[in-house]
């Protein structure tokens, strides 16, 4: 099946269309941090990794991942050699992008700016969102691993439009407007590295309902409704 595929941080989604400014909805989602990846250089090779599972007639230049620790695994077929390489190459860098290499990469920063004696004043003024993974409080509370999952209710993503005209990605609190109240359905959510990502039961957590970019997201506090749920909205200005 021709898919079209967003690579993003450690995040891997394929759509129907090429048009994702205008999805939530992705066909798949895969977390690649720290998984196996294995460039097939021939048909024999592919033959032996699907046996007779999958028609693979033709397809030369194919991509295996083992993701971790699922060991889910996925092929993916580029049309030229080239293009292996290139999503290839930006796969093995993905691959390194999660939350326990985060933390140490910042930790690392801070102790060699501690060396030099200039550790308080780089993160006074430090603007950087890494900048609460070398935090001590943070470190002791938070697993190396980093992510939560388990249930939330919500009527999940909405595109929006800010002030300024600019398009944007919504976690909704179960209001898409001032007076139409939607109702809240239990989804079951994952956040791991840099996206969220929402199921619904049913799913098996195969085809997500919907995905967060997290990076540069706003979250808002809001009031307990008469309901006595504790209500938040994430914002994302970014498209996608």
């Not at 295996?64 to 060991?71: A, G, Y």
């Not at 801070?110 to 969102?129: P, Y």
């Not at 409080?137 to 190396?144: D, H, L, V």
């Not at 997500?208 to 706003?218: A, D, E, H, N, S």
Request: proline fraction near 3%; charge should be positive.
């Amino acid at each position: 099946v021709k898919r079209f595929f967003v690579l993003r941080d450690s995040c891997l989604l394929s759509y129907d269309s090429p048009d994702v400014e205008k999805i939530v909805e992705p066909q798949t989602s895969v977390c690649l941090g720290k998984c196996k990846v294995q460039l097939l250089d021939s048909q024999e090779d592919l033959d032996k990794l699907v046996g007779g599972l999958i028609d693979c007639k033709g397809k030369s230049y194919c991509i295996h991942i083992t993701t971790r620790p699922d060991k889910e695994h996925v092929l993916i077929s580029c049309p030229t050699a080239e293009d292996r390489k290139a999503w290839g190459d930006a796969i093995k860098v993905a691959r390194t992008v999660t939350h326990a290499n985060m933390v140490k990469l910042s930790v690392e920063n801070r102790v060699l700016a501690e060396d030099k004696g200039a550790a308080e004043v780089a993160l006074m003024h430090s603007t950087s969102a890494l900048a609460i993974f070398s935090n001590k409080e943070y470190i002791q509370k938070t697993p190396i691993a980093g992510g939560a999952e388990g249930w939330l209710k919500t009527v999940g993503f909405k595109r929006a439009t800010d002030k300024k005209g600019k398009k944007m990605t919504q976690m909704l609190d179960g209001l898409f407007g001032q007076s139409e109240l939607k109702k809240l359905k239990k989804r079951y959510c994952i956040l791991r590295d840099s996206h969220l990502m929402l199921y619904d039961a049913g799913d098996a957590l195969l085809k997500p309902r919907g995905v967060l970019y997290l990076v540069g997201t706003k979250v808002e506090l809001l009031d307990d409704d008469e309901t006595g749920t504790f209500r938040f909205r994430c914002t994302n200005p970014e498209v996608g």
